[in-house]
C-alpha cells in the first residue's frame, strides 16, 4: 500500500503525506497541539486523531487530496485553458493543488470533530471527567479551527462554483453524520428496513460527497466541460463507496474467529442479506 501511494506521489510530483502540514505546523495549531497534551493518560478519542495527523501506517488520511491530484493530472488541461499552461506544474495547477489541501482540511476538521465523547456513557477508566470535557471542547475548536482555513483557502480560489460544490459537500457531510448518530443512540434495537438504494443515499452523504465534488470541482478549476465534470464526480464517488463496502466487509471476512468484531446492522453486507432473504426470516436470524 505505502509503495502504491509513494509511487501516485510520484506521478503528481507532490508529497500528499506532508499535505496538511502547513496547517498543522502553523502557531495557532501548535498552540492547540500543547493543549492536547492534557489529554494523555485518558481515552479521549481526540489523541488518537491527533497521533494519525503525525503517523498513521495504512496512509488513507491523505488518500482524497491524492484522488484529486491524480485525476486532475490524468484530465490535464482543457483546450479553453491551454494559454495557461505557465501555471501548471507536473501537469496541474496551483489552484488544483490548493483544492487538494482543501478537501483534506476538511476531511481532518471532520475527523476531528468525530472524536466528541457522550459524556453521560463514559467510564471511570475512561479517564476524569474534567479532562473528558477539556477533550470535547478542544475536539470542537480545533476541528472549527482547520474548517476556517479551508473556507478561507476556498475563497482564495475565486472560483464561485467550486465554492458552491464544496460548501454542499460540507453540508452533505453534515447532514450524513446527523444520521449516523441518531442511529447510533438505538444499537441495541434493530435498525429501519432499510434497502441498498438508501444505503448508498446515506454512504454518499457521509463518505462520498467529499471526495465526488472535489474532483468535479478540480475539472472545473481546469475548465473542463460538464461532461468530464460529470465523469469526475461519479469516479470520486464510486472510488468512496467502494471504499466503504471494503471497511463494512472486514468484520465479515475476518480470519481469527477469537475477535468477534461489533458490525453494525447497517452495513452493507447486512442490508443487502437483507434484502435477498426478506425482512421477517433476517430479523429471525439476527436475534438468534
Known amino acids: 500500500w505505502s509503495q502504491v501511494v509513494s509511487e501516485a506521489e510520484k506521478i503528481v510530483g507532490y508529497p500528499t503525506s506532508f499535505m496538511s502540514l502547513r496547517c498543522l505546523l502553523s502557531d495557532e495549531l501548535s498552540n492547540i497541539a500543547m493543549q492536547v497534551r492534557k489529554l494523555v493518560g485518558t481515552k479521549h478519542p481526540l489523541l488518537d486523531t491527533a497521533r494519525g495527523f503525525v503517523y498513521d501506517s495504512r496512509n488513507n488520511l491523505q488518500m482524497r487530496g491524492l484522488v484529486v491530484l491524480l485525476i486532475s493530472k490524468a484530465a490535464g488541461p482543457s483546450t479553453a485553458e491551454l494559454s495557461f499552461q505557465h501555471d501548471m ?3 496541474i495547477y496551483s489552484s ?9 482540511l476538511i476531511h481532518t476538521a471532520f475527523l476531528v470533530h468525530r472524536g466528541i465523547v457522550n459524556i453521560g456513557e463514559l467510564k471511570s477508566c475512561d479517564g476524569p471527567l474534567k479532562d473528558m470535557q477539556f477533550g470535547n471542547k478542544m475536539a470542537v ?12 483557502s476556498l475563497a482564495q480560489l475565486q472560483n464561485t462554483k467550486v465554492v458552491e460544490l464544496i460548501s454542499s459537500a460540507i453540508g452533505d457531510l453534515v447532514q450524513g453524520i446527523y444520521y449516523e448518530n441518531s442511529k447510533s ?3 441495541n434495537c434493530l435498525t429501519d428496513d432499510i434497502g441498498i438504494s438508501t444505503w448508498k443515499e446515506q454512504v454518499f452523504l457521509s463518505h462520498s460527497a467529499l471526495l465526488a465534488k472535489s474532483c468535479q470541482a478540480a475539472m472545473e478549476l481546469a475548465k473542463h466541460s460538464a461532461e468530464i465534470q460529470d465523469m469526475a464526480f461519479q469516479y470520486g464517488k464510486h472510488m468512496s463507496m467502494s471504499h466503504k463496502l471494503h471497511s463494512d466487509l472486514q468484520p465479515f471476512v475476518k480470519e481469527s474467529s477469537s475477535d468477534t468484531v461489533a458490525f453494525s446492522l447497517n452495513s452493507a453486507p447486512v442490508v443487502l442479506h437483507q434484502e ?3 425482512r421477517e426470516a433476517w430479523i429471525k436470524q439476527i436475534r438468534e
Open 89 to 91: 506544474v507536473s501537469g
Open 96 to 104: 488544483q493543488r490548493s483544492l487538494a489541501e482543501i478537501t483534506e
Open 141 to 152: 475548536l480545533s476541528g472549527d479551527f482547520l474548517l476556517a482555513n479551508a473556507c478561507t
Open 185 to 187: 443512540s438505538e444499537e
Open 276 to 278: 435477498f432473504l426478506g
